[in-house]
């Protein structure tokens, strides 16, 4: 199977995907709907690729997370090279980051990873809830300050918002949970 084939193949998947998603709750209930723009739904997956590192060796099992890491990964890539296949890399981080809840929500009565999978629900919360509200100097300062460092894609202002992104985790576990 060739590169075009895989690729139509996976926009086949995720037109599926999106229409089953339409089909289970209304636009307005999308964690990106309220988004001012696109910058700011880039600034949302950036921070839970960030936040969420810590939860690929927790759950390496859960095949949708990382997946979703990926798509993440490789968007921003293309973000910062203004790549052609931004746009659609874009719709797969969103469609994924839109169905990882559902998956989650059943994993979270699991009483052994249940603590764990609650926690990446509250990043999940927290990252679209703090882009998507944050003042636009902050945001604006965050896009600037990805970047590639030795080829890979890194994000030094989050990372040092880590401290304060984690108090609003916690803040947030508590309200869901």
């Known amino acids: 199977m060739n590169r075009q ?16 998603l339409h089909e289970m709750q209304r636009s307005e209930d999308f964690m990106f709907y309220y988004h001012p723009d696109e910058d700011r739904i880039v600034l949302s997956h950036a921070l839970f690729w960030v936040m969420s590192r810590p939860f690929v060796k927790k759950l390496p099992h859960l095949k949708s997370f990382l997946l979703l890491r990926r798509y993440q990964e490789e968007m921003l890539e293309a973000y910062l090279t203004e790549s052609p296949d931004f746009a659609e890399l874009l719709r797969y981080s969103n469609l994924s980051y839109e169905l990882l809840p559902h998956e989650l ?3 979270a009565k699991d009483f052994v990873a249940g603590s764990t999978v ?21 945001a604006d300062e965050l ?26 985790v916690l803040e947030e576990e508590k309200e869901l949970f």
């Open 5 to 20: 084939e895989i690729m139509n193949q996976r926009r086949s998947v995720f037109n599926q995907l999106e229409r089953r």
């Open 105 to 107: 929500g059943q994993m």
């Open 118 to 138: 609650r926690r990446l629900m509250a990043i999940g919360v927290v990252a679209a809830g703090y882009a998507g509200d944050m003042p636009d100097d902050l």
């Open 143 to 168: 896009l600037d300050d990805i970047d590639f460092h030795y080829n890979k894609v890194c994000c030094r202002l989050i990372e040092q918002q880590l401290p304060y992104l984690q108090e609003l």
